[in-house]
């Protein structure tokens, strides 16, 4: 009777954290469909700001007084706009794991839960920066071209300025941590991407009209505290309570942050 050869087992290792950041952008940039009108971001925000500031002439010398430039450089409803997007792509680069049931094989790979959380949160950010930042360049510089022209510019050394360029830079990477968030929370793309479209776009719009005490409320909206940030307080987006700076870093700083902290702790403690 032939003897059983012993077997040595297989050492398991643990997927290393640049593996996961990897296997998340493999993910994220085969949904080309989604990530094609991020791309058209910078154009598109740069020929708006060319539009909204040729037409300055045409407000008068009283609407010039008015006029926000800085306001004018990040247009509120064009950014309103892409923000609602990249949180869409953020949510969906997580519940389009669950529609498939792929979300099955990369816990088993990485039972770590808030591990893929955070790797999915990282390629996000980048993803979001990587537009982000061209879009506010492309946004401002077109804008103060124009209105340069008409004696209207700004620099960026001016009071506001660079805080409001600043916040522009950083919307898109917010709003795409937000949208991940609610993905993990909500689980459901069709779901996930209606709670993100009232949050980000229909909440801020109706809150301020309200009066005061829901015009505050209103300030801890991330899009209404963006919205403070860049603006020189002109803009009539603003409403007749606009948020100081230092609270509305404070809010786009912990819609995310919190959002993030949820999830991880459903992530923890729910089944698939």
Known sequence: MPTPTPTTPIPSHPARFP?????????LSSQRLLLLPLLLAPPCAAALSWFL???????????????????????????????IGAAVIGALSFTGEYASGLIRTTFIAVPDRPRV??????????????????TAIASFGTSQAVLSGKNLGLALGDPGVARGFLAACVLLPVAALIGLAVGVL??????????????????????????????????LMPRNAWSALASLGTAD????????????????????????????????????
């Open 19 to 27: 593996d996961l950041l990897a296997a998340e952008w493999l993910k």
């Open 53 to 83: 500031c040729s037409g300055v002439d045409l407000i008068g010398t009283r609407g010039r007084t008015d006029f926000d430039r800085l306001a004018a450089s990040f247009n509120h409803g064009v950014w309103g706009f892409l923000m």
């Open 117 to 134: 959380l955070l790797a999915k949160a990282a390629v996000s950010t980048a993803v979001a920066a990587a537009v982000g930042v061209p």
């Open 186 to 219: 909500v689980r459901h793309q069709a779901g996930a991407v209606f709670a993100v479209f009232v949050t980000l776009g229909v909440v801020p719009e109706l809150m301020p009209e309200g009066g005061r005490f829901l015009a505050e409320a209103a300030n």
């Open 237 to 272: 987006e603003l409403g007749p309570y606009p948020p100081s700076a230092t609270h509305s870093w404070l809010v786009l700083a912990g819609w995310p942050l919190a959002l993030l902290a949820a999830a991880a702790l459903v992530l923890r403690r729910r089944d698939l």
